[in-house]
């Protein structure tokens, strides 16, 4: 029994702290083990957001003990898809990857109802992918 290579998806940005943990933790929530999941920052912030957080656990999925992680060319050349949300010239670009670039407004700063229409956003952009990732994976 074969089964095809999980696609892997990076998501990144600055800090590391919101948009790309809140991604992240959608994408996990709702692809399972099918869908190898990292998510990074240029500058990675000291804690995830705590209103992102809270956000997350709003809706049943648990960010609290994730960690910013720096950004790495070795995380790039791993992922099939680089999600940036607004790190700019900062992520390097490889051939051969999907490269997305998610508009977001930044949750840095905001309080938890601030932080609910971004999460919302990202969870339908995270629906999303999911169907494009499997639709290519059954292709």
């Known amino acids: 029994m074969s089964s095809s290579p999980l696609a892997s998806v990076l998501f990144v ?23 190898e999941v990292r998510s990074a920052g240029s500058l990675p ?5 705590p209103s992102a957080v809270e956000a997350m656990k709003e809706v049943g999925v648990d960010i609290a003990d994730a960690q910013p992680k720096i950004l ?8 099939d898809y680089v999600i ?5 010239d ?9 490269y997305l670039d998610w508009a977001l407004e930044d ?3 905001k309080g938890v109802e601030a932080v609910r229409p971004i999460r ?6 995270i629906e999303a992918l999911i169907a494009e990732i499997d639709a290519k994976q059954e292709a």
């Open 13 to 35: 940005c600055v800090h590391n702290a919101g948009r790309s943990q809140m991604a992240a933790g959608f994408l996990s929530h709702l692809a399972g083990d099918r869908i």
């Open 45 to 49: 912030g000291d804690q995830v957001n």
């Open 72 to 79: 790495t060319t070795e995380a790039v050349q791993a992922s």
């Open 84 to 88: 940036t949300m607004g790190c700019g």
């Open 90 to 98: 900062a992520c390097p670009v490889f051939p051969g990857k999907t």
């Open 107 to 109: 949750p840095a700063g």
């Open 120 to 125: 919302d956003e990202i969870k339908t952009r």
